[in-house]
């Protein structure tokens, strides 16, 4: 296997250590998926030739998370935090990009809990509008995601609501690799994993749970190179946040829990640029007619722009982590999301 002029080495360094390696593990993984797997959709994989991208001998694995209740992985982790830690009268509140703040807000609807959600600016009207359709009170706050985190912090030293973090919090990393159990349960045999990575909790939860048995390779866009700083720095560092995937893959950095996860089990970051991402997009709904948004197409991203390169014979899982976007409008028509039936 080869990798990309833009791809950064990890790979095991530094090994597991304080909190991360104690409380994120495939038997706490397994046990929270008890919890809350009553409570998603066990999400589809679809099998794909690699021929059919320019990948010759390559078999791809696509996990279609996008199809998850709220349009993203992110639901996993929201609901674990609301069901494996206590839950005050003030209720819950999130920061977000947007799909946290939409996954938070849809748990809270379906437990009977009250959200507050802080988005910043940058965040897609698809987003905001899921939000506001699962009841939650919603607060557009600043430019970026460190402003709404700010707020959101701010807020439950105020009410008392249960901060929600995004992607640094046990609870949130155990959920996400509730992902990654699945996966292997539907394809046991994957050689690599792609992984896209704003603040690392999809990525942290795989690594808790796959421990070295598939390589995982992480996948950032080129303006928020987040664990490609943190893995050159050694630690968690500041990183540019923009780019066309900003409102779910540029959070400044990496969290603190996940950092150790990923030096110990993530092999390589790949970078990609908006063209590479926007082509992604382009094509998984042409070839496919898998909508995703540019976060969830950053994976797929990797191989088709070749920022990392399969080996002949590989067999290859690519994570589809979310699909809200307004990219797909249907004759333009832009409504709140309906609140799902009880149930369903």
Same mark, same amino acid.
């Given at each position: 296997?080869?990798?990309?002029? /833009? ?25 929270? !998926?008890?919890?809350? #797997? ?20 390559? @078999?791809?694995?696509? =996990?279609?998370?996008?199809? $998850?209740?709220?349009?993203?992985? =992110?639901?996993? #982790?929201?609901?674990?935090? +609301?069901? %494996? ?10 920061? @977000? ?8 807000? !849809? ?26 359709? !699962?009841?939650?009170? %919603?607060?557009?706050? /600043? ?25 640094? $919090?046990?609870?949130?990393? +155990? ?8 996966? *292997?349960? $539907? ?22 749970? !796959? ?6 390779? /992480? ?16 630690? &968690?560092?500041?990183? &540019? ?7 779910? +893959? ?5 969290? *603190? ?9 993530? *092999? ?36 088709? @722009? ?29 409504? &709140? ?8």
């Amino acid at each position: 296997m080869t990798d990309g002029a /833009g791809a950064a080495g990890g790979g095991r360094r530094g090994g597991l250590a304080g909190a991360a390696a104690t409380a994120i593990d495939r038997a706490r993984i397994g046990g929270a !998926y008890e919890v809350i #797997g009553p409570h998603l959709r066990v999400t589809p994989t679809v099998a794909v030739r690699g021929e059919d991208f320019g990948l010759p001998g390559v @078999s791809l694995t696509l =996990k279609l998370e996008q199809l $998850q209740y709220a349009g993203s992985f =992110k639901t996993r #982790g929201a609901f674990a935090n +609301l069901l %494996l830690r206590e839950v005050p009268a003030a209720g819950v509140v999130a920061a @977000s990009g947007g799909n946290h703040g939409a996954a938070v807000a !849809y748990a809270a609807m379906r437990l009977g809990v009250p959200a507050k959600i802080f988005v910043p600016e940058v965040s897609s009207l698809a987003k905001i509008s899921r939000i506001r359709g !699962y009841g939650a009170e %919603l607060a557009v706050v /600043g430019e970026r995601y460190a402003d709404a985190l700010a707020a959101a912090e701010a807020w439950a030293a105020r009410t008392g609501a249960l901060p929600v973090h995004a992607f640094d $919090q046990v609870e949130t990393l +155990l959920g996400q690799g509730t992902l990654g159990l699945e996966l *292997e349960r $539907q394809a046991p045999d994957l050689d690599t994993i792609l992984v896209a990575v704003g603040g690392g909790g999809l990525i942290g939860g795989i690594a808790a749970w !796959y421990a070295g048995g598939a390589r995982l390779v /992480g996948v950032e866009p080129e303006a928020a190179p987040t664990l490609t700083a943190a893995l050159g720095a050694g630690r &968690p560092v500041d990183a &540019p946040a923009g780019g066309i995937a900003a409102d779910s +893959l540029a959070p400044r950095r990496v969290g *603190e829990l996940m950092f150790p996860l990923a030096a110990a089990w993530v *092999e390589r970051v790949a970078l990609v640029g908006d063209d590479a991402i926007r082509r992604a997009q382009e094509t998984l709904w042409d070839s496919l007619r898998i909508v995703a948004e540019p976060g969830g197409a950053a994976a797929f991203a990797a191989l088709q @722009s070749g920022a990392w390169r399969p080996a002949p014979g590989e067999r290859v899982g690519v994570v589809v982590s979310g699909g809200n976007t307004t990219a797909v409008d249907f004759g333009g028509a832009t409504r &709140p999301a309906a609140p799902p039936a009880r149930g369903a």
